[in-house]
């Protein structure tokens, strides 16, 4: 079963979209937080040293180089042929690995055979038993998600019919305040102005 995934919009719906320039001047600022040269806290305590086993670091090795695991070794499961039956002084060694080759495969083979009989009279019917329970777990899992998905599309559409609501209330506040910025600094200019006029009259009079 698919469970079920949805990536929600959390953004304003009224602002406008920003710029380049803004865009990558919030990408800059973030990326500055995020910076790794960045030195940690002074009230941190200092990292402990790490001390592995040499398993522990032989293992690390191992996944730098991306080399394969190959922890466990099948060729002593595979099918064994029989030594050269030629007479040499090393043909008494070859016949005592290549039985105690067999062995080994043999009481793998015999112990697997044993388990997959178990298997088959008793673990299979609770083997089933399990994965249905694990599928009304998820089930529920899944009913309780699409509930939860419902609920956050119902505050998504109350949020964007709240926010487009007062979108041109909104849009009439901010182009209030422009206009009234605008007759402060006219204002201003004109107080600067009459200034400079006293000023001046004042200058003409005392010459």
């Given at each position: 079963?698919?469970?079920?995934?949805?990536?929600?919009?959390?953004?304003p719906?009224?602002?406008?979209?920003?710029?380049?320039?803004e865009r990558?001047a919030?990408?800059a600022?973030?990326?500055?937080?995020?910076?790794?040269?960045?030195?940690p806290?002074?009230?941190l305590?200092?990292?402990?040293?790490?001390h592995?086993?040499?398993?522990?670091?032989?293992?690390?090795?191992?996944?730098?180089?991306?080399?394969?695991l190959?922890?466990?070794?099948?060729?002593r499961?595979?099918?064994?042929?029989?030594?050269?039956?030629?007479?040499?002084p090393d043909?008494?060694?070859l016949?005592?690995?290549?039985?105690?080759r067999?062995?080994?495969?043999s009481?793998?083979?015999?112990?697997?055979?044993t388990?997959?009989a178990?298997?088959e009279?008793?673990?299979?019917?609770?083997?089933?038993?399990?994965?249905?329970?694990?599928?009304?777990?998820?089930r529920?899992?899944?009913?309780?998600?699409?509930?939860?998905?419902?609920?956050?599309?119902?505050?998504?559409?109350?949020?964007?019919?709240?926010q487009?609501?007062?979108?041109?209330e909104?849009?009439?506040?901010?182009?209030?305040?422009?206009?009234?910025?605008?007759?402060?600094?006219?204002?201003?200019?004109?107080?600067?102005?009459?200034?400079?006029?006293?000023?001046?009259?004042r200058?003409?009079?005392?010459?």
């Amino acid at each position: 079963m698919v469970l079920i995934t949805t990536i929600h919009e959390s953004l304003p719906y009224i602002d406008p979209e920003p710029t380049p320039t803004e865009r990558a001047a919030a990408e800059a600022l973030i990326a500055a937080e995020l910076d790794d040269t960045t030195p940690p806290h002074p009230s941190l305590p200092a990292l402990l040293p790490s001390h592995f086993t040499p398993r522990i670091e032989q293992e690390l090795l191992r996944h730098s180089r991306n080399e394969p695991l190959n922890a466990i070794d099948l060729s002593r499961y595979e099918s064994l042929s029989a030594p050269s039956s030629t007479k040499t002084p090393d043909s008494l060694h070859l016949w005592r690995t290549a039985l105690q080759r067999a062995r080994t495969s043999s009481t793998y083979l015999s112990s697997r055979r044993t388990n997959l009989a178990l298997l088959e009279q008793y673990g299979k019917n609770a083997w089933l038993i399990s994965n249905a329970q694990l599928e009304d777990i998820l089930r529920g899992l899944e009913r309780e998600l699409a509930a939860v998905k419902g609920e956050m599309d119902g505050v998504v559409i109350e949020r964007r019919g709240a926010q487009e609501g007062v979108g041109g209330e909104m849009s009439a506040l901010e182009e209030g305040w422009r206009k009234g910025v605008g007759r402060v600094l006219e204002t201003e200019v004109a107080c600067e102005q009459v200034r400079r006029e006293i000023l001046e009259r004042r200058r003409g009079g005392a010459v």
